[in-house]
Each structure stands twice: as structure tokens, then as C-alpha cells.
């Protein structure tokens, strides 16, 4: 199983980024797929998840400004960032788990955003 990020990078505050997460060695029409963030010196938090029948769910910080979706054709996750703050500095990482699981198991290496 491989998590493959991209899309991180830098860019001013109000604008706007696309995550990608290119999956191998599972499908991710029967996994729980999310993005997680980590800041400097902060735990690790949830920002967005989906299930495998499509449903949604946000952090309060990020709900209304990112968009998490899936191609389950490619395999692959994204977020869509848009009205980027300071705040959403991280390194952002995708996730997975299978439907039976609580916990995700399976990680990527993570992209940076950065925000100024």
C-alpha cells in the first residue's frame, strides 16, 4: 500500500491550493480516505475526511473554505484550499483506513503548505 501526496507549496494568504493523494495497492472505494495537518511544534490534526460511499466531514477551522473528494477511478484523493489563512501552514498528510478499521493505518509522506 503507498500514499503518494502533491500539490503542497507556497502562496499568499486568500489563495488557493489542490492536494492530491495518489493511492496504490488498495481501492479506495471500500476505504475511509482523509487529510490530517501538523504544524510546527503542534499535534497532529484532522482536517477533512470521506467515506467510502462519498460522505463528507470537515473541521470547524477549514468547513466552507476546503473541499476533500475522490477519484475512485485514478485512486486518488484530493483537497481543494481555497481562502488560505497563515493558520493553515502545515505539513499536511493523507490517510487511509479500510471500513473495518477505527484507526488509520496506512500514512503518505506528507506536502507542505505554507501561507503568508
Known amino acids: 500500500v503507498q500514499l503518494v501526496e502533491s500539490g503542497g507549496g507556497s502562496v499568499q494568504a486568500g489563495g488557493s491550493l489542490r492536494l492530491s493523494c495518489a493511492a496504490s495497492?488498495?481501492?479506495?472505494?471500500?476505504?475511509?480516505m482523509a487529510w490530517f495537518r501538523q504544524a510546527p511544534g503542534k499535534e497532529r490534526e484532522g482536517v477533512a475526511d470521506i467515506r467510502p460511499d462519498g460522505i463528507t466531514s470537515y473541521a470547524r477551522s477549514v468547513k466552507g473554505r476546503f473541499t476533500i473528494s475522490k477519484d475512485n477511478a485514478k485512486n486518488t484523493l484530493y483537497l481543494q484550499m481555497n481562502s488560505l489563512k497563515p493558520e493553515d501552514t502545515a505539513m499536511y498528510y493523507c490517510a487511509a483506513r479500510h471500513r473495518t478499521l477505527i484507526q488509520y493505518n496506512y500514512w503518505g509522506q506528507g506536502t507542505q503548505v505554507t501561507v503568508s
Open positions: 495497492g488498495f481501492t479506495s472505494s471500500t476505504y475511509y
